[in-house]
């Protein structure tokens, strides 16, 4: 692996993040049903409290709302707390003064004058890799962000990108991916392996494959809205792996699934950032840490995923 530099050490260092796209989002999460700003705040104090430093927001967010709770939750703990967010580059956001303005709304919105790490959410087409990294890397020269990163960017683009900001001096910490034991994309197209060697952190989101790898959704139960009709497919087919997964949990003194299946991303060297809507779930994601699954586990849970997902 290449050396670490020094500004980046840091993300190397955590094993577990939370993430905040439950808080404020009516569209994929029902914030407001069941859950809202008081259960979104235990969750953020249940972290702290498990010693969970890492929060990862973005500005689409609860249209904003994410980083607005976030603020508010910061200025009442004294805890040091590590803050990402992302840039979305909307069709209509052309330059790179859009990323510079955008960072300085997140940024109010968060109540803090600098991040510790601000990522390009998704690859655009109307922008290109090297405008949005020659952005980026005024946005660390004016202290606005500690580091810099993307998210979505497949292999190639990552690599465009590192390159990009190598030529003004400065790393690429990370690049944010769907990765769970129900989707390896990363893991078989080479981009963990790449992340790896260049030092770039990978951050793995839907660690719990939004909820489907708890083992409370089923055929018969599934998650309410759009989340239920993506994983149409998928549902029938994780009985196997749930089992497994359950086994497994046992052998560890009774570790639930949704601990088995961020277990398994830390062991692969990524570094997940499961979402939490209360204490109660933010408390059992944080039981991932302490304990390591054997080789031998890891390699039955590649064997039972690889037999569903691919
Ligand atoms: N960069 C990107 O494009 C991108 C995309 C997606 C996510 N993300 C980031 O990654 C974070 C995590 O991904 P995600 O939220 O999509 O998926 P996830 O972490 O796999 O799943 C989170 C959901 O699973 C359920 N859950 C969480 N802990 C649980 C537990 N212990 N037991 C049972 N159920 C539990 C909750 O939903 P229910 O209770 O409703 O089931 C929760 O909202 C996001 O918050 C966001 O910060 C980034």
């Known amino acids: 692996m290449a050396e670490l530099s020094s500004e980046t050490r840091f993300l190397h260092a955590m094993e577990m993040g939370l993430g905040a796209w439950q808080w404020g989002d009516r569209v994929v ?12 705040h235990q969750a953020f104090l249940a972290s702290l409290n498990e010693g969970i430093r890492f929060i990862d927001t973005a500005e689409i967010y609860g249209n904003g709302r994410s980083e607005r709770l976030l603020g508010q939750f910061l200025k009442e703990t004294d805890q040091p707390v ?3 967010t992302k840039f979305l ?12 303005r ?32 020659e952005a980026l890397a005024g946005c660390v020269r004016s202290g606005m962000t500690r580091t810099v990163g993307v998210s979505n960017f497949s292999q190639t683009q990552m690599l465009a990108a590192y390159s990009s900001l190598a030529r003004h001096n400065i790393p690429l910490a990370s690049n ?3 990765y769970s034991l129900l989707n390896r994309t990363i893991e078989k197209n080479g981009t963990l392996a790449r992340c ?32 239920g009709r993506n994983y149409t497919n998928l549902l029938p087919k994780i009985g196997p792996l ?40 933010a408390q059992e994601n944080a039981g991932a840490l302490g304990w390591r699954l054997t080789d031998e586990e890891a ?7 690889s037999k569903i997902w691919e």
């Open 82 to 84: 590590l803050i990402a």
């Open 102 to 133: 955008a960072l300085k709304g997140s940024l109010s919105r968060l109540g803090v004058e600098s991040v510790d790490l601000y990522q390009i959410h998704w690859p655009s087409p109307l922008l290109s890799i090297d405008t949005m990294m």
């Open 196 to 227: 790896k060697e260049l030092g770039i952190r990978l951050i793995s989101y839907s660690p719990i494959e939004k909820g489907l790898l708890s083992g409370k959704y089923s055929v018969d139960s599934p998650p309410p809205g759009a989340r």
């Open 242 to 281: 749930l089992k497994l997964m359950t086994e497994i949990g046992q052998d560890h003194g009774g570790k639930s699934n949704a601990q088995v299946a961020l277990n398994w991303v830390i062991c692969k060297g990524a570094l997940p950032i499961p979402g939490a809507k209360n204490a109660e779930q």
């Open 89 to 100: 580059p909307f069709p209509w956001r052309f330059g790179k003064g859009a990323i510079v």
């Open 299 to 305: 390699v039955r849970l590649d064997e039972t995923s």
């Open 176 to 178: 944010q991916v769907h």
């Open 29 to 40: 999460w029902q914030y407001g049903h069941g859950y809202g700003d008081a259960e979104v």
